[in-house]
Nanobody, 115 residues
Framework: QVQLVESGGGLVQPGGSLRLSCVASRTRFSFISMGWYRQAPGKERELVAT???????YYADSVKGRFSISRDSAKNTVLLQMNSLKIEDTAVYYC?????????WGQGTQVTVSS
């Protein structure tokens, strides 16, 4: 089992910034990737960004150039820096971890972008 604890969500005005953090419990299983997904009301959960063990990153087109994902392997932490936030970024953001034992999810953290 891998436990994921997210933090950093909140209310921000359009154009503002937030940084999400996800701390994963240590596991004996091999790390493959970690990432962030989001789900807005009435919509399906969608991939936002991922980072692999080799530090390869992927971003959804809607966040490219605005969001940045990074990983601190020593702290088992993945960060999502979100800049130039838009109203349409409002959603619950979920941390995700893929290991050789399977896929794990955090409880989610609310991000609300509103004036």
């Amino acid at each position: 089992q891998v436990q994921l604890v997210e933090s950093g969500g909140g209310l921000v005005q359009p154009g503002g910034s937030l940084r999400l953090s996800c701390v994963a419990s240590r596991t004996r299983f091999s790390f493959i990737s970690m990432g962030w997904y989001r789900q807005a009301p009435g919509k399906e959960r969608e991939l936002v960004a991922t980072i692999t063990q080799g530090e390869n990153t992927y971003y959804a087109d809607s966040v490219k150039g605005r969001f940045s994902i990074s990983r601190d392997s020593a702290k088992n932490t993945v960060l999502l820096q979100m800049n130039s936030l838009k109203i349409e970024d409002t959603a619950v953001y979920y941390c995700n971890s893929k290991t050789s034992a399977g896929l794990y999810w955090g409880q989610g953290t609310q991000v609300t972008v509103s004036s």
